[in-house]
């Protein structure tokens, strides 16, 4: 069952990769743009055909992809050249390759909930013989936790994920009766409690929505944002230095951990379900990280392009675009350093284990 699931998640990251892409077709066609190669995959062709002014290609690596539109990073005197758009248009382009993945995410994440028997809400229902924090001036039950230290909550597992980020002392707001009711400066600790092996914080959430198709497409898109959340999470340990480049994982290390996570699965029902949620995350994770502002991801696109049209604006003179070309073609090559660094890491902690 190993080699299925690595090859379902090698299928999966292929198919990340090319609705990205598709996103900035459409949208580069759809602006009257010149494309001149649509490709998945990279590396030696295996299938290859030209199409009025496109060549479609599929291509034997199924980790990359391109889209290449005609004066993407220079100038070009041709009037459909991606350089002779107006800005709106270069806009909207660059950001449908996130938006694809960002949608692909959420539509995977709507069909697994449209199975679903019920949802959890993050709705106090009981709590605990002993617990302190019920009170008139504390938490009652019927409470819905509405935020955190200011931090939204979206679903009943964020509660005790951001009491465990904190430090005992929190603002929480529940909605109460139909009001927003504030908890400030609010302590709460993990307590002993008879017949319980490990320290609870003595509220209970055993309530259920019912899967009607509006609470589907509310729980599918606040787990969508959640996700979304967990990469911004991330990037901010990253940045602070909580977690190093060493933690980061590429291509291959991907689709390892989506052929494990099948693979840890009590059923195949599981593993499938386990594997897609997995890969709706990777969905938002790769729209999210496309658009940070560096050089050669689409977010650096989005950045030098702003910046030049308010240059542009204020001089009156057109800037010459082969220099954010110099500077994406720079960044490019570090990226490919990065993945590269990060794809050997992948595979020697693959062997290793």
């Given at each position: 069952?190993?080699?299925?699931?690595?090859?379902?998640?090698?299928?999966?990251?292929?198919?990340?990769?090319?609705?990205?892409?598709?996103?900035?077709?459409?949208?580069?066609?759809?602006?009257?743009?010149?494309?001149?190669?649509?490709?998945?995959?990279?590396?030696?062709?295996?299938?290859?055909?030209?199409?009025?002014?496109?060549?479609?290609?599929?291509?034997?690596?199924?980790?990359?992809?391109?889209?290449?539109?005609?004066?993407?990073?220079?100038?070009?005197?041709?009037?459909?050249?991606?350089?002779?758009?107006?800005?709106?248009?270069?806009?909207?382009?660059?950001?449908?390759?996130?938006?694809?993945?960002?949608?692909?995410?959420?539509?995977?994440?709507?069909?697994?909930?449209?199975?679903?028997?019920?949802?959890?809400?993050?709705?106090?229902?009981?709590?605990?013989?002993?617990?302190?924090?019920?009170s008139a001036e504390g938490l009652q039950a019927g409470d819905r936790v509405w935020s955190?230290?200011?931090?939204r909550v979206l679903e009943y597992g964020d509660v005790s994920d951001f009491l465990n980020?904190?430090?005992?002392?929190?603002?929480?707001?529940?909605?109460?009766?139909?009001?927003?009711?504030?908890?400030?400066?609010?302590?709460?600790?993990?307590?002993?409690?008879?017949?319980?092996?490990?320290?609870?914080?003595?509220?209970?959430?055993?309530?259920?929505?019912?899967?009607?198709?509006?609470?589907?497409?509310?729980?599918?898109?606040?787990?969508?944002?959640?996700?979304?959340?967990?990469?911004?999470?991330?990037?901010?340990?990253?940045?602070?230095?909580?977690?190093?480049?060493?933690?980061?994982?590429?291509?291959?290390?991907?689709?390892?951990?989506?052929?494990?996570?099948?693979?840890?699965?009590?059923?195949?029902?599981?593993?499938?379900?386990?594997?897609?949620?997995?890969?709706?995350?990777?969905?938002?994770?790769?729209?999210?990280?496309?658009?940070?502002?560096?050089?050669?991801?689409?977010?650096?696109?989005?950045?030098?392009?702003?910046?030049?049209?308010?240059?542009?604006?204020?001089?009156?003179?057109?800037?010459?675009?082969?220099?954010?070309?110099?500077?994406?073609?720079?960044?490019?090559?570090?990226?490919?350093?990065?993945?590269?660094?990060?794809?050997?890491?992948?595979?020697?902690?693959?062997?290793?284990?």
């Amino acid at each position: 069952m190993t080699v299925l699931y690595v090859i379902l998640a090698i299928l999966f990251f292929g198919l990340l990769v090319g609705i990205h892409e598709l996103g900035h077709f459409t949208a580069a066609k759809a602006c009257g743009v010149r494309v001149e190669a649509f490709a998945i995959g990279m590396g030696p062709a295996i299938f290859k055909k030209k199409k009025g002014e496109t060549e479609y290609s599929l291509r034997v690596i199924p980790f990359g992809g391109y889209c290449a539109m005609t004066g993407e990073d220079g100038e070009s005197e041709d009037a459909r050249a991606f350089v002779n758009q107006s800005v709106w248009k270069r806009l909207l382009i660059l950001f449908a390759g996130a938006f694809m993945n960002f949608l692909l995410g959420f539509v995977i994440v709507l069909i697994l909930f449209a199975g679903a028997e019920g949802f959890r809400p993050p709705v106090i229902t009981e709590f605990m013989e002993g617990c302190p924090y019920e009170s008139a001036e504390g938490l009652q039950a019927g409470d819905r936790v509405w935020s955190i230290d200011g931090r939204r909550v979206l679903e009943y597992g964020d509660v005790s994920d951001f009491l465990n980020r904190g430090d005992g002392v929190y603002d929480v707001v529940v909605i109460r009766g139909g009001q927003r009711v504030r908890l400030t400066d609010f302590r709460l600790e993990r307590l002993e409690y008879p017949g319980y092996a490990q320290p609870m914080y003595g509220f209970i959430f055993d309530g259920y929505d019912e899967p009607s198709l509006p609470n589907v497409l509310r729980y599918s898109w606040a787990t969508t944002r959640q996700f979304v959340r967990m990469v911004w999470m991330a990037l901010g340990e990253l940045v602070h230095g909580r977690v190093g480049v060493q933690d980061l994982a590429g291509p291959v290390g991907i689709v390892d951990m989506m052929a494990e996570t099948g693979e840890q699965a009590a059923s195949t029902a599981d593993a499938l379900f386990n594997i897609f949620y997995f890969g709706a995350f990777i969905a938002v994770n790769l729209a999210v990280m496309n658009l940070l502002p560096i050089p050669a991801l689409d977010g650096g696109r989005v950045f030098f392009l702003l910046v030049t049209a308010l240059i542009e604006a204020v001089t009156r003179k057109k800037v010459n675009p082969k220099y954010e070309g110099y500077i994406h073609g720079a960044g490019m090559v570090l990226l490919l350093g990065l993945m590269a660094y990060v794809m050997l890491h992948d595979i020697i902690r693959i062997v290793g284990q």
